[in-house]
């Protein structure tokens, strides 16, 4: 597998390449290309390289499996072994670049072809209470004057993550107060549908980010 292939996958997720990337793995690392042979080979390195493991496994190289684990511990500890001139940074999807995961993400901000990000998102189920949950991530680096970047990774985690909505008050500068603030500021930075059960108002509303405003809606439906 060469850095092309590495980089096409970083940057369109491609799931299928990073479960072949695991195998191979596996192959040079335990002459056999096995999901399992590529996993202990991967928590090897990891281990050699003094990544905390605590809380952390793996079952899969593209991260599809709801029995995967990780933490922000582990994911910054990665971080911190690269710089923006490695390969494997270049290969990240950049924020509004045509092509990758971050291609509607962040335009119109700052953060717009500077910010080199991997996303993550395995969608919410719907089994009821007591259900497994969504999950939400985004990990890389953002460029700072002078040299150097700021590393950085969210991960996130709740019934109502990856459907963007979510229960609070909405205040007068259009920011959410409440357990999912920060996850309805994360929506809005993403262009992503976000609706918010304001606790206050006892109704639905619907985040319109052409005119930066709240619009109410009687149910949270997306128009």
């Not at 493991?53 to 511990?73: K, Q």
């Not at 910054?76 to 990758?100: E, F, I």
């Amino acid at each position: 597998m060469c850095s092309s292939d590495l980089a096409e996958m970083l940057t369109t997720s491609d799931n299928t390449t990073a479960e072949l990337l695991l195998k191979e793995i596996g192959r040079v690392g335990k002459q056999r290309g096995t999901r399992d042979d590529g996993i202990a080979v991967m928590l090897q390195r990891l281990t050699s390289w003094g990544v905390p493991l605590d809380g952390v496994e793996f079952h899969d190289g593209s991260g599809l499996s709801d029995d995967n684990r990780t933490t922000c511990a582990a994911i910054g500890a990665l971080l911190d072994r690269y710089s923006l001139d490695d390969p494997l940074v270049a290969g990240l999807p950049v924020a509004g670049a045509t092509g990758g995961t971050l291609a509607n993400a962040f335009i119109g901000t700052a953060l717009e072809g500077q910010l080199r990000a991997k996303t993550g998102t395995l969608s919410n189920y719907s089994d009821g209470p007591g259900g497994k949950p969504g999950a939400k991530a985004l990990s890389g680096y953002l460029p700072v004057a002078g040299g150097g970047s700021i590393r950085f990774t969210l991960v996130l985690n709740g019934a109502t993550i990856t459907d963007g909505s979510g229960i609070g008050t909405i205040q007068d500068d259009h920011t959410v107060r409440g357990g999912t603030g920060w996850g309805a500021e994360f929506a809005k930075l993403c262009n992503k549908p976000l609706f918010v059960f304001d606790q206050d108002k006892n109704g639905w509303f619907m985040w319109d980010g052409e005119h930066d405003t709240w619009i109410r809606r009687d149910r949270k439906t997306h128009v």
